[in-house]
């Protein structure tokens, strides 16, 4: 497909009468084969427009746009590239469009979704802006009446996030082998009072209109940006309200179940905050971290059988894909009670989120930590991230230590633990850290993590096997050949966790590196410099 | 990206009108299209309102020292650009003959705009020279315009066995009569009688009429200007058949305000 030419876009400042003066510089503008002469190119179009990306824009950070576009009798999908190229269409049945949001599973089959699936992963589609666009076209025609221009002004309103009216915009089209005339029309236009150009794309003046701006991601535990002087108090509470509000921000994308993703995001806001109350909740006024903990505990657990259940649905294609000796179709049954025990846990989890006590939590815990005001004793937190790293990191060292080939497999979830907190206190402190060395921690605290991960996974997951085989013998949903399927499954599970046990000595051991420790002490020693 | 070349030893028998009418309507289906005015007097050009002049002339871009790329215009239609004529294309034979592997120039000067075009028409000049011969290798698709005489059926003959005694890629002959005057009875004898004997026949037929003449009035494609017409209708049901022999698979997205039979 042909890439588009690349527009001059303008906008019309609100307010300004500039309208007159743009036509008039048009008719001015260049004197190029005779002159040039405006005529209108066709009706006014009329178009609906809606915005769709990810909850945390996973399309719009890959530098894609995608937009529905729907007519009086035709409705299409348009992606578009970082230059506004049209990288694929997909024609949409004006009755059969999707609902928003979506998966993308529910895309037309063809190149659009082809492009659009390994970008959007697991997450839905949803709306990111919706404006109604009347777009009317003016064609520069040269002395032989030949189009060598075209300038179309676009009034868009929008509707979504918020209504608003967005300045009028004008976009000058080139007409291939006639540029140069583009070029003297623009800078014309250019020169008008109250015009000034735009370099962004239909989506970016949508959301400019209602003063949002595209790629804001909430609903990501990240770390907060601190001054190494802070309060420790303050500095807490201001990182415990970023994971509240991302925390809060999952919560009606889990509660509608729109995608996977929101429950997943919501559950690492809570075990951060879990976490940072456990190691700094002493930081905070007293008490305060005592009252807490026992409710995210609860929050925690709320959010975990559903989840479990996710990861298994989510797999399920690859765990069917390894059968040897049994058929995918075998292992339908297991599916469908998959499916129907998440459903009945996201039901639970649902009534959870929408309860009394879910909103007296969240509430309650962002008037306190509002309430958070400098304590008498100054610790900074830098002393507070150099003590509570050191400490974590002194920990997960000596579980590790620990392990040997004789170790029950909860020795290697205790370890598994211990890296857990440390990461997350080297991932809050974030912003204390020099950023090379950070992420160069965080990689290699990672590395052992996976590795701990799968080995954990596995063991959770064989466990639940024989515990779903045993529900379903009771509820008599399970033929024989589905249970020697999941049995197969089983034991594919215990060789990845062998797999993993057998790794693990050669992950600790660079984790254990000088080099590696020298990396975490030195993080330390930067946010308490 | 498919190549149809619209040709026939003869002049006078419609074959820019069939080339700027198929490319109009293949932009129209959605296709990125491009029209290679071939011929010096520069008729396609004219009826799309595009001087004709290529900078450097045939001699750049047979030479290869001017791109392809840079010589093309726009039309006044989404997905439609042009290629114009020159003067200098009077000379392309000799220039041809100066250039290695004359025959194949003409397909590899199109080999790069494969990944911008889905499809190009050749409006070639009419003559049998190695001109012709550079685009009967590129083409695809042949679309020969005849008039339903018993002597422009036998140069179809002649233009299809030598088609025949090509090495490798040859290219679908789709002949079609042309200029059909129903009022004469041997057009419309020779129309109903060969079509069904040879393959190399298209059902339709583009008659005879005074809208495809006044396309160098209105300077634009007969189904632009008139598309409910019968001469816009055949160009629509000539394109239909050109596509399939081509094998062109359906547009991205055709325009759906394009008239519906």
Known sequence: ???????????????????????????????????????????????????????????????????????????????????????????????????????????????????????????????????????????????????????????????????????ARLMLTPVRGYSGVTDRVGRAIAGVPGVSPFRGSALDAAL???????????????????????????????????????????????????????????????????????????????????????????????????????????????????????????????????????????????????SARFARLTAGWRESLDDVRPARKRLTVAQLADERIRAAQRKALRAGQLITVASPPERLHDLRKRCKELRYLVEMFGSLHDPAQHWQAVRELKALQNCLGEFQDAEVQRTEMRLFAGQMLADRSAPATTLLA????????????????????????????????????ELARTAAA | ?????????????????????????????????????????????????????????????????????AAIKGTDFDGLDLLPADFTYRNLDLLLDAAKRPERRLASLLAPLKAEY?????????????????????????????????????TLDQLTEFVGSFNGHRPDVLAFFSMIDRRKRLHTQIAQELPAARRSFATTVIPSASLIEQMSVHRAPVAAFAPRSQAARSYRELWREARERAGLEQAVSPDPDSVRE
Not at chain 1, 317 to 344: H, I
Request: glycine share 8%; aromatic share 6%.
């Open chain 1, 1 to 167: 497909m042909a890439a588009a030419q690349s527009s001059r876009d303008f906008v019309i400042d609100a307010g300004a009468s500039a309208s007159a003066d743009v036509v008039q510089a048009m008719a001015d503008a260049p004197s190029l084969d005779g002159g040039l002469a405006w005529a209108n190119g066709g009706p006014v179009r009329v178009s609906g427009r809606a915005w769709l990306d990810t909850f945390d824009w996973r399309l719009y950070r890959a530098g894609l746009t995608l937009e529905q576009v729907t007519g009086r009798d035709r409705a299409e999908l348009v992606l578009t590239g970082r230059e506004g190229d049209v990288l694929a269409v997909a024609r949409l049945a004006v009755s059969r469009k999707p609902r928003w949001p979506s998966l993308v599973s529910a895309l037309p089959p063809g190149p659009l979704r082809e492009l659009i699936e390994p970008v959007a992963g697991v997450r839905a589609l949803s709306p990111v802006a919706r404006a109604t666009s009347r777009v009317s076209e003016l064609r520069g025609l040269n002395d032989d009446a030949k189009t060598v221009a075209r300038l179309a002004v676009d009034r868009m309103s929008v509707t979504y996030p918020a209504r608003a009216s967005a300045p």
């Open chain 2, 118 to 154: 889905d499809a190009v028409f050749l409006d070639c000049p009419p003559s049998i020279s190695l001109l012709s011969e550079s685009v009967l290798h590129a083409a695809d698709v042949l679309l020969v315009p005849l008039i339903p005489t018993t002597l422009s059926v036998r």
């Open chain 1, 486 to 521: 999941m049995g197969e499954i089983a034991a594919d599970l215990a060789r990845r966790q062998r797999a993993a046990r057998n790794e693990f000595g050669s992950r600790f051991a660079d984790f254990a590196s000088p080099a590696s420790q020298a990396r975490l002490t």
């Open chain 1, 208 to 354: 400019a209109a209602v003063g949002q701006r595209a790629g804001e991601r909430p609903g990501k535990a990240a770390s907060v940006r601190l001054s190494p002087a802070m309060p420790a108090g303050t500095a807490m509470a201001a990182i415990l309200t970023g994971l509240l509000d991302a925390l809060e921000a999952n919560v009606p994308g889990t509660v509608r179940d729109v995608d996977t993703e929101f429950l997943h995001d919501l559950r690492i806001a809570v075990r951060w905050t879990r976490s940072a109350l456990k190691l700094c909740g002493d930081a905070l006024p007293g008490g305060l971290a005592r009252e807490y903990r026992p409710e995210f505990g609860w929050l925690g657990d709320l959010t975990t059988p559903t989840r479990d259940l996710d990861v298994y649905l989510l797999g399920f294609a690859g765990m069917a894909a390894g059968l040897v000796g049994a058929s995918e179709s075998e292992l339908t049954p297991f599916r469908d009670y998959l499916v129907r025990s998440r459903a009945r846990e996201h039901r639970r989890l649902a009534r959870g989120l929408r």
């Open chain 2, 1 to 69: 990206m498919k190549i149809f070349a619209s040709y026939n030893i003869k002049g006078g028998v419609g074959k820019t009108a069939t080339a700027v009418n198929l490319s109009y309507l293949a932009a129209r289906d959605g296709y990125q299209v491009l029209l290679w005015d071939l011929d010096p007097q520069g008729a396609a050009s004219y009826l799309f309102r595009i001087k004709p002049r290529v900078k450097g002339g045939g001699k750049g871009l047979i030479k290869g020292t001017k791109s392809v790329d």
